[in-house]
């Protein structure tokens, strides 16, 4: 196996044991994430894998649930970003003039709103349940995919197999449906697996700036309980090590992802990136 | 030959705006195709034949100009619904569109694309349109159908591609087929497949609008011949007439320019469609052109029994 191919296998299986684990979180999570447990800050031993924090909670069963927050908010945010950023692209690609001239002018209003920083604010006041973050990030978000989107359409929309089938009395929606959004398909998937990881890390820097749901264990808070409380001066590395290792796990998982599949549909970008 | 029209075209004009100017494809083009004739439209490339086609279907960019009337059975295509002309297309009409290479969808396989073709407008699903998509193969001449259909585009040799393309256009039963240039790019002994498909094609209901640039295949095929010039038609009759006795000059530099007629060819090249040359557009060229051909622009001339050109010769008393 080539190098490519190990890297992306090994991406594939980091993305499915972490989908597995989110899933599996009640039974593979041996204490209840909320609960006390045991001392405080007691080190790893046979009881607590992973430790506990200061309020004696069980770091690795909070590490299994926190799993859930950072890929809900990564794979629901990039399924509405991507979905509504396609369709947006195809629209716009397929019907050009007005239609196109007016989608193009918003986007160039909409790309310049910073996601992080509204979502920041948006948070801080109103505290939504993090599905409603999810969404947000995902609409906020569409607005990245739509420019690469169009721009395959407004090829594909005048080539010949298009006219072929307008030519056999095929309408606007079915052409778009069956003959446009297969040729944009492997872009859009490349577009949700960038977008995944980048919603992933927004969403653990909210919660590492403390202003995600409460309610919810997350990585992000994980760390900065850990951090405020001293974690590394101390030298309680189970307590701040693991979620920031399992951050950057998937992040590089759906990274290396995301290159591999940019390889494989356009193989002049092929640079050595991994 | 004497009926109605099936499908008369009146006066049409094409025009592409471009930032040189509006290149005038199609510039005031009359023509008529009656029921289960063969009408050859022939001339080089650039003279507008594809354009004409493409417009008939109205399948030309939103941003073309277009002008004129284009009658299908007394109704006006040019100024039908869009949800109208959708039926229009495919079930009344089929075409066959310039490059076969490149009209099927590499994603999907052939059968599927035909079935597209009988599910749009005959509401048969899943293995009946599959099953009607084999059938349709097999009319044009696949081997082995059953397994060809489950195969895609570019396991497709060009030449059956090209049948297909025949096959989907065909799907409907359409009673007028444009073919544009269905024998373009294919070597000789294909290019005589498709020419017998062409002939054999159940041709009792049916009239073909054959567009090509191959004097033979019209030959072949056709019962009458039009003859496009820089986005006119130059010279209209029957096939016997048109090919054995042209009276364009232009005609008859084309069948000059066959290799086994001396291979003479027409001297200069075609002209600008921007700006037309004043009077006779083809006086440029023309041997015979004298002063009033380049100040003067003829009408189409009946020279013989349904016989007509657009020439100076002919136009003058």
């Known amino acids: 196996m080539s190098r490519k191919r190990v890297i992306l296998a090994a991406s594939f299986g980091i993305v499915f044991t972490y989908c597995a684990v989110a899933l599996l979180a009640p039974v593979i999570a041996p204490y209840d994430p909320h609960a006390i447990t045991g001392a405080p800050l007691s080190p790893p031993d046979e009881d607590h894998l992973l430790g506990t924090n200061d309020l004696a909670q069980d770091v690795f069963s909070r590490l299994i649930w926190g799993t859930r927050a950072t890929l809900l908010l990564g794979f629901i945010g990039a399924t509405i970003a991507v979905a509504i950023g396609t369709a947006a692209g195809i629209v716009s690609g397929y019907y050009g003039g007005l239609i196109d001239e007016a989608v193009m002018r ?6 310049t709103i910073p996601i992080f920083p509204l979502l920041l604010i948006f948070t801080t006041f109103f505290r939504p349940k993090i599905y409603l973050i999810a969404i947000l990030m995902g609409l906020l978000g569409s607005f990245q ?17 298009v006219v072929g089938t ?70 309680l590395w189970w307590w701040l090590i693991p979620p920031g290792l399992a951050v950057t796990l998937i992040s590089l998982a759906l990274a290396w992802l995301g290159y591999a599949c940019e390889d494989e549909i356009n193989p002049r970008l092929r640079v050595m990136r991994i | 030959m004497t009926d109605e029209a099936l499908l008369e075209v009146r006066g049409l004009k094409v025009g592409f705006p471009t ?62 619904p869009e949800d109208d002309m959708r039926k229009v297309r495919g079930r009344e009409i089929g075409i066959v569109l310039q490059n ?27 293995p009946d349109a599959w099953q009607r998509a084999v059938e349709l193969l097999d009319t044009v001449g696949i081997p082995d159908p059953v397994r060809m259909a489950g195969e895609y585009p570019h396991q497709f040799s060009g030449g059956m591609r090209e049948r297909a393309l025949i096959a989907t256009a065909l799907a409907c039963r359409p009673t007028l087929l444009i073919a544009d240039e269905p024998t373009k790019g294919l070597d000789a002994v294909t290019k005589r497949g498709i020419i017998d498909l062409f002939s054999e094609i159940d041709r009792d209901h049916r009239s073909v609008l054959f ?51 001396g291979m003479q060819p027409i001297p200069g090249s075609a ?32 020279v013989g029994p349904g016989h007509y050109a657009r020439c100076m010769l002919y136009d003058r008393g």
Request: a negative charge; hydrophobic letters at 40%; glycine letters at 12%.
């Open chain 2, 19 to 80: 930032p040189d100017g509006l290149v005038r494809a199609s510039d005031t083009v009359d023509l008529r195709v009656y029921p289960q004739e063969t009408l050859g439209l022939i001339g080089e490339t650039g003279s507008g034949k594809t354009v004409l086609g493409m417009a008939i279907l109205r399948l030309l960019q939103p941003n073309t100009i277009i002008e004129g009337e284009i009658r299908y059975r007394g109704r006006d295509l040019l100024t039908l």
């Open chain 2, 211 to 261: 567009i090509t640039h191959d004097i033979e295949t019209v030959e072949d095929l056709a019962t009458r011949v039009a003859v496009m010039y820089a986005g006119e038609i130059v010279e209209v009759g029957g096939a016997k007439e048109v090919l054995g006795d042209p009276a364009h000059p232009y005609t008859r530099g084309l069948l000059a320019s066959l290799p086994e007629r």
């Open chain 2, 271 to 302: 002209p600008s469609l921007i700006t037309p040359p004043p009077g006779c557009r083809f006086s440029p060229r023309c041997g015979r052109a004298c002063g009033d051909c380049r100040s003067e622009h003829p009408g189409l001339v009946e």
């Open chain 1, 106 to 111: 918003i986007l160039d209003v909409a790309m």
């Open chain 1, 145 to 161: 995919g739509v420019r690469v989107i169009r721009s395959q359409v407004l090829s594909l929309a005048v080539a010949d197999f």
């Open chain 1, 166 to 235: 307008r030519a056999l009395g095929a309408g606007d929606g079915y052409i778009m449906a069956r003959h446009i959004l297969p040729g944009v398909l492997p872009l859009a998937g490349v577009k949700f697996v960038t977008s995944a990881q980048h919603f992933m890390l927004i969403g653990i820097g909210l919660g590492f700036l403390g202003i995600t749901d409460p309610s919810v264990v997350d990585w992000g808070q994980m760390i900065n309980r850990a951090s405020q409380n001293g974690a590394m001066v101390l030298g």
């Open chain 2, 100 to 126: 076969s290479g490149t009209s099927l969808n590499p994603v999907y396989t052939v059968g599927t694309q035909i079935a597209e073709a009988v599910t749009l407008h005959q509401g048969l699903n899943g």
